[in-house]
């Protein structure tokens, strides 16, 4: 039993900056990965950036996002700036949790929150 719960997304105009947190509660061993996702309408869920033993972005994030994680507080943060209309899309946290030490490791999913740029 693990919740992510998001917050952070809205409105803003393009070139603006936004925040998106997500914080982890329930039953956690460890978070052995954790990072955000966006689904833009009709397409699959991509990657945006993932915090774990190493740090990811995709191409089209670079330079522009920045992901941190605080381990001890189970929360990972998505700063982004210099918004653009194509960022637009449903972000969702993500987190790889081992629930028991012993029990393998599962995916699980925030609610999504809603990003839009206008141009």
């Known amino acids: 039993q693990v919740q992510l719960v998001e917050s952070g997304g809205g409105l803003v105009q393009a070139g603006g900056s936004l925040t998106l947190s997500c914080a982890a509660s329930g039953k956690i061993y460890s978070i052995l990965r954790t990072g955000w996702y966006r689904q833009f309408p009709g397409k699959q869920r991509e990657l945006v950036a993932s915090?774990?033993?190493?740090?990811d972005y995709a191409d089209s994030v670079k330079g522009r996002f920045t992901i941190s994680r605080d381990v001890a507080k189970n929360t990972v943060t998505l700063q982004m700036n210099a918004l653009k209309p194509d960022d637009t899309a449903s972000y969702y946290c993500?987190?790889?949790?081992?629930?028991?030490?012993?029990?393998?490791?599962?995916?699980?999913w925030g609610q999504g929150t809603q990003v839009t740029v206008s141009s």
């Open positions: 915090s774990g033993g190493t740090i």
């Open positions: 993500h987190a790889l949790v081992k629930t028991s030490r012993f029990i393998p490791e599962y995916d699980f």
